[in-house]
């Protein structure tokens, strides 16, 4: 049975930084391409950083040079490292993996992806 748990959300004020995991059971990291999406009140789903099996990312582009996506294979987790945060960026963080695609697929678009965390809260401060 697949199952994504997400940490590491909490709060801080503007600048500071955060490092989200989601550790994946039943399924191999690797297996997957997988995915950072994040919900703030009243808006949509908007994925954040997505990184290929074989470990190629991107970014959205109001968090790019402030987010790093990483995954560790051996320990089945997936990182998101989280600098230079803003109120805006406050919202609830989901982890997402998919095991369609190559090599080389990632994807920011929510219905490309199955499997589901059930959230961490981030709270940035002004």
């Known amino acids: 049975q697949v199952q994504l748990v997400e940490s590491g959300g909490g709060s801080v004020q503007a600048g500071g930084s955060l490092r989200l995991s989601c550790a994946a059971s039943?399924?191999?990291?690797?297996?997957?391409?997988m995915a950072w999406f994040r919900q703030a009140p009243g808006k949509e789903r908007e994925g954040v950083a997505s990184?290929?099996?074989?470990?190629?990312?991107i970014y959205k582009s109001s968090v790019q040079g402030r987010f790093v996506i990483s995954r560790d294979n051996g320990q089945n987790t997936l990182f998101l490292h989280m600098n230079s945060l803003q109120p805006e960026d406050s919202a609830v963080y989901y982890c997402?993996?998919?095991?369609?695609?190559?090599?080389?697929?990632?994807?920011?678009?929510?219905?490309?992806?199955?499997?589901w965390g059930q959230g961490t809260q981030v709270t940035v401060s002004s």
């Open positions: 997402a993996a998919e095991f369609s695609g190559s090599a080389w697929t990632r994807s920011l678009v929510r219905k490309d992806y199955n499997f």
């Open positions: 039943g399924f191999m990291n690797r297996d997957a391409y």
């Open positions: 990184i290929s099996r074989i470990g190629d990312p």
